[in-house]
């Protein structure tokens, strides 16, 4: 089946960790994204990426860190300097990055602080 | 100022209600209009996405654009308590490398 894999479902993060999200498509969409959403404030940009080896931060890139090494696959790292990382953690891709196409998304990740 | 706001609810309906769903916006660069499902837990599914101003109907959805009040609109007719979810309105200028703008989301419940 075509789609966007998050992986985990869950994850746990003890003070001072590094942890790494991972997202990976076989729609071969160009364009790959991270969003954060907290309640009742819905999804913020963290970092997107147009195409390999290239990406962009978004509106609240502090904290966080991202790879694009291959087309498929676009991690997401959330470092110790990140002071409230608990939220729900969103990846999604378009075809292209013209702003006129729609997203699609993966099932998340929810990250919380042991 | 956000530059998408949307009411958060909870809407609460009967089950074969229309539903009316709202998002205003700041920005009149905007041009493409979509709206999200997202079932708790999941992550949004694409319902509907429009260019312009005007109406598309799919099925019991409807979105329409008025883009002269900066005002987008999603029907549901007939609803069910399956349509419960929150539902994301989001949009984009067309050009540019940026992602989709979101509305925090409306949270809908259908009562049987």
């Known amino acids: 089946d075509g789609g966007i894999t998050q992986s985990p479902k869950y994850l746990f993060r003890k003070e001072g960790q590094n942890v790494t999200l991972s997202c990976e498509q076989n729609?071969?969409?160009?364009?790959m994204y991270w969003y954060r959403q907290d309640p009742g404030q819905g999804l913020r940009l963290i970092y997107y990426?147009?195409?390999?080896?290239?990406?962009q931060k978004g509106d609240i890139a502090e904290g966080y860190s991202v790879s694009r090494e291959k087309k498929e696959s676009f991690p997401l790292t959330v470092t110790s300097a990140q002071k409230n990382p608990t939220a729900f953690y969103l990846c999604?891709?378009?075809?292209?990055?013209?702003?006129?196409?729609?997203?699609?998304f993966g099932d998340g990740t929810r990250l919380s602080i042991l | 100022q956000k530059e998408v706001e949307q009411d958060p609810g909870p809407l609460s309906v009967p089950e074969g209600a229309i539903v009316s769903l709202n998002c205003t916006y700041s920005?009149?660069?905007?041009?493409?209009f979509m709206w999200y499902r997202q079932y708790s837990r999941k992550g949004p599914e694409l319902l509907m996405y429009?260019?312009?101003?005007g109406n598309k109907e799919d099925g019991r959805f409807t979105a329409q654009v008025d883009k002269s009040s900066k005002y987008i609109s999603l029907f549901i007719r007939d609803s069910q308590p399956s349509d419960s979810a929150t539902y994301l309105c989001?949009?984009?200028?067309?050009?540019?490398?940026?992602?989709?703008?979101f509305g925090s989301g409306t949270r809908l419940q259908v009562q049987p």
């Open positions: 999604a891709t378009t075809a292209g990055d013209l702003g006129n196409q729609p997203q699609h």
């Open positions: 729609l071969n969409h160009d364009a």
């Open positions: 990426s147009q195409i390999v080896n290239d990406f």
């Open positions: 920005n009149s660069a905007f041009q493409y």
């Open positions: 429009t260019y312009s101003s």
């Open positions: 989001a949009m984009s200028k067309g050009t540019g490398r940026r992602a989709l703008t």
